[in-house]
C-alpha cells in the first residue's frame, strides 16, 4: 500500500470487483478462453454502460439544478 488514501480506495476496490467477478461468474480475468475481438467486444459494452451511466448522472444533476432554481 501507498500513503495515498484515494489509491488504497481505488485498489480494494479493484480487489472487491474481482472477488465479486469471481464468485458472480466463476471466472478470473487470468484466462485464455476468449479471443481478441471477444475482448474488445467486453470492453466495448462496459464502455456502452459506463456512457449511459454518465447521460443518467447528467440528468439528475440537471434536474436537481432545475429544482433548486424554483
Excluded: C, P
Excluded at 487470468?30 to 471477444?38: G, I
Aim: no cysteine.
Amino acid at each position: 500500500m501507498v500513503d495515498d488514501k484515494i489509491v488504497n480506495q481505488v485498489v480494494q476496490n479493484f480487489e472487491k470487483r474481482s472477488i465479486i467477478g469471481y464468485l458472480k461468474y466463476g471466472k478470473n480475468l487470468d484466462r485464455n478462453d476468449l479471443t481478441f475481438l471477444q475482448w474488445i467486444n467486453h470492453l466495448q459494452e462496459e464502455l456502452m454502460d459506463a456512457t449511459l451511466y454518465l447521460e443518467k448522472l447528467k440528468d439528475e444533476t440537471k434536474r436537481l439544478s432545475d429544482n433548486n432554481k424554483g
